[in-house]
């Protein structure tokens, strides 16, 4: 099973900034859709943000629209989440994971349609 790798994690203050990197090989990012999840202690895991192969489809959770930024440089592996204006509410772990059949994203976001979760990068912003 493909495992990606999460890095890039920290603390912050509100409205600061932080970059996650998600690595995984190559053959995993080009075909499959890449998504970002995150886990506040004592909640469900939640989609963030998504990106798809072919297509170029790009999703994002309603709470971050405009603030977050998924994206990755074709010459390189990483997908990278670049997160703006950071809110208390933003702090959890954060994961990347594939999808586990689709190269595109479902509109779902659902944590339990992707696959090779890794051991996630902590964020925590403070007030």
């Known amino acids: 099973q493909v495992q990606l790798a999460e890095s890039g994690g920290g603390l912050v203050q509100t409205g600061g900034s932080l970059r996650l990197s998600c690595a995984a090989s190559k053959y995993t990012l080009d075909h499959y859709a890449i998504g970002w999840f995150r886990q506040a202690p004592g909640k469900e895991r939640e989609g963030v943000a998504c990106m798809g192969n072919g297509d170029g489809k790009i999703l994002y959770a309603e709470s971050v629209k405009g603030r977050f930024t998924i994206s990755r440089d074709n010459t390189k592996n990483p997908v990278d989440l670049q997160m703006n204006s950071l809110k208390p509410e933003d702090t959890g772990v954060y994961y990347c994971?594939?999808?586990?059949?689709?190269?595109?994203?479902?509109?779902?976001?659902?944590?339990?349609?992707?696959?090779?979760w890794g051991q996630g990068t902590q964020v925590t912003v403070s007030s």
């Open positions: 994971a594939h999808d586990d059949t689709s190269w595109g994203c479902r509109d779902s976001l659902a944590a339990y349609d992707f696959d090779g």
